[in-house]
C-alpha cells in the first residue's frame, strides 16, 4: 500500500497518519426514530472497540518481538519490551472505565441493532491468547478466511511460555524435557520439577526479573477479564450476548485461570 503523498511537501501529520480514513471508519447502523439519527452512544461505543483492536495489534506486534529476544538469549530487552505490554494492558483496563459511562438504557438503544456481531468475534484477541499459550481449537472454527489463517499459524507456533522455558534451559537451569519438548497445541500445565528450578534459583536477580515480570503479565491479563466481566454485568445483567453468546455467563469461566500456572504455584514455596 502507497502512502498518500508523494513528496516531503505533502508529508503532513495527517496523511501520515491516514487521520481522514481513520476518522471515516465510525460508522454507526443504529437509527433514533425520534431525531432520524445514529444513537448518540454508539459512536462511542465503536470508537473504544477499534481502539481495543489497535491496541491489540500492537500487543501481538511486541508479543512476537518479545519471542525473537527470548530465543536470541536478550533477556533485559525481552523484559523491557514486556513491560511496554504490560503498560498497555493498564490502558486496556482504563478504557473500561469510559465505557461505564454508559447506562444499561443507553447502550440497549442500539444495541438490538449490532446483530450477530460479538465481541466474541475478535480473531486479534484470540491470537493473543494463543501468542500467550492459551489454545481451544474450538475457537478455529469461529473464524474464517485471512482471520482463520492466522488464527491457524498461532496454534500451531509455539507460545510466550515456551520461548521463556527455552531461555531457562540455555542459561543451564533444570528444565524437565517434557515441558521443553511439549505440544504446543496444548494448553500449558503445571511442573512440579519446573516449580522447584525456579524456587532454587529466586536468588538470581535477573531470573526473578523476568518471572515476575511474566507475573504481572498475567495479572494483568485476569484483571481485564474481570473488568470486562463486571462491565458487561453492569450494562446487560444476565442476558445473553450480542451474536447468541453466552455474555457474562462464559466471561465469568475465563476468571482465576492463570495463563503460567507455574509461576502462581511457585507462591506457596517459599
Known sequence: MSLPFENDD??????????????????????DP??????HDETLFIIIHQVYELWFKQMLHEIDFVVEQLDDDNVNGARQRLK????IMKTLVGQIDVLETM?????????????????????????????????DRIQLDWFDGDE???LDARYE?????????GVMHRQGLAVPVEV????????????PELQATMIANFDDDGFVGLVETFTDLDEGLQEWRYRHLMMVRRTIGTKMGTGGSDG????ATTLFRPTFPDLWAIRTGF
Open 10 to 31: 505533502e508529508f503532513t501529520y495527517g496523511n501520515y497518519l491516514m487521520v481522514p480514513e481513520l476518522l471515516s471508519l465510525q460508522r454507526c447502523v443504529s437509527l
Open 34 to 39: 425520534s431525531t432520524g439519527k445514529p444513537e
Open 84 to 87: 511496554r505490554v504490560l503498560k
Open 103 to 135: 447506562t444499561p438504557a443507553e447502550f440497549a438503544s442500539f444495541r438490538s441493532f449490532l446483530a450477530n456481531a460479538s465481541g466474541f468475534q475478535s480473531a486479534q484477541f484470540r491470537e493473543l491468547e494463543f501468542a500467550l499459550g492459551t489454545k
Open 148 to 150: 482463520r489463517t492466522r
Open 157 to 165: 507456533a509455539s507460545t510466550l511460555w515456551d520461548a521463556f522455558v
Open 180 to 191: 521443553r519438548e511439549r505440544d504446543v497445541r496444548m494448553p500449558i500445565v503445571e511442573s
Open 248 to 251: 457474562a455467563a462464559y466471561l
